[in-house]
Each structure stands twice: as structure tokens, then as C-alpha cells.
């Protein structure tokens, strides 16, 4: 039973082919990509018309960024792992493997961003390097946007 999702939280899974493998099925399951051509319009009107006005006004490397962020995502068997191993427990549900997903997409989203920032204030040009983005995360937690440690590293 599927519920209809907003189109930035939902994750698009293709249909399986007439008679998949067991290794097909878990790809299928692993692909996380947003696309919004293929998704029910749930939103209101006004809503859909200010995202078409926001869109018109990229840039084309802005247009390629955003369509680089809409079908990247995380996959479900690694975020799955990720949370068995914080939470201690084997029964991880898909409800919240995608919402976990999608914290994490949203969470790397503001790092790149705000690297891109760094990059414009340093007058550089070119791809994100390792200092702009440690720069991006020391900004975002002075920001409030980390969160602390609740433990202690296991290895420094």
C-alpha cells in the first residue's frame, strides 16, 4: 500500500521486471532517486507555481546541481546497516530508513551549499575540496545545525 509523498521526501523505487532475481529485487530496493515527472502531484497549485518560479531562475550550473541533489540519495541497505548498528536492534523498518535518508540528503545538501559559499568568499572557482567543506561543517555547528556527540569517539 503505497501513501502519496511530498516530492522532495518521497523516494521513487521502478517497477520490478516480470521475474526478478533476488539480487534485482534488493537493487531495486537499494535505488532511492527522486523524480518528479513520475510522482502524483500532491501539492497545491500555488505551491507547485512558486517551485516552477524558483526553477526558472537557476542558472545552468545552478539547473545541474539541483538535478544532481533530486537524483542523489543514500541506499537503503547501507542506511539500514547504519541504523542497526546505532540503534543495537535488526528490525529497522523502510519508514524510517527513508526518513533517516532523507535527514542525511538534507544534512549534505547544507554542508555542499554552504561550501560553495566558502568558495565564493575565497574568489575560487572549480570543484569543492576537503577545506571548504571541513570550513562549510565548522560554520554549520557554530550555526546550530550539528548536533553533539552525546559519546565519546571510539578512535581519534
Known sequence: MKQSKDPFEAAFEESPPESPT????????????VELAKLPSTGDPHKMAKMQAILSQFTEEQMSRYESFRRAGFQKANMKRLLASITGTQKISVPMTIVVSGIAKMFV????????????????????RPCHLREAYRRLKLEGKVFKRSSSRLFR
Open 109 to 128: 545538501g547544507e554542508v555542499v551549499e554552504t561550501a560553495r559559499i566558502v568558495m565564493k568568499e575565497r574568489k575560487e572557482s572549480g570543484p569543492i
Open 22 to 33: 533476488a539480487t534485482e529485487t534488493e537493487e531495486e530496493e537499494d535505488n532511492m532517486d
